[in-house]
Nanobody, 122 residues
Framework: QVQLVESGGELVQSGGSLRLSCAASGRAFSSYAMGWFRQAPGNEREFVAAINWSGGATYYADSAKGRFTISRDNAKNTVYLQMNSLKPEDTAIYYC???????????????WGQGTQVTVSS
């Protein structure tokens, strides 16, 4: 089993940057694909980015392309989401997830973190 804890969310001004971290516990971390999702109040959970087990393949939602970068450091059992050029519409709770393949579907992930709040002010 994998336990995930997100951190790094905070209030930031429009145009600013944040780096979210997801720290994992569990011996099998390096075998999992990892994903980032977000959910704003009243909205469905939305795919943001995903990365395969080795970090050699990454995938992004259209809303994230060119602004966000997902990466992982298996030696540190950590996955990151670097977010640049933030917009108010990026405001949401951001969740880290672990699964078998880097899918955009929330149902493809088995383990989820508790989420970290990102708020972008205009």
């Amino acid at each position: 089993q994998v336990q995930l804890v997100e951190s790094g969310g905070e209030l930031v001004q429009s145009g600013g940057s944040l780096r979210l971290s997801c720290a994992a516990s569990g011996r099998a971390f390096s075998s999992y694909a990892m994903g980032w999702f977000r959910q704003a109040p009243g909205n469905e959970r939305e795919f943001v980015a995903a990365i395969n087990w080795s970090g050699g393949a990454t995938y992004y939602a259209d809303s994230a392309k060119g602004r966000f970068t997902i990466s992982r450091d298996n030696a540190k059992n950590t996955v990151y989401l670097q977010m640049n050029s933030l917009k108010p519409e990026d405001t949401a709770i951001y969740y880290c997830a672990a699964g078998g393949v880097p899918t955009s579907r929330p149902s493809g992930y088995v383990y989820w973190g508790q989420g970290t709040q990102v708020t972008v002010s205009s």
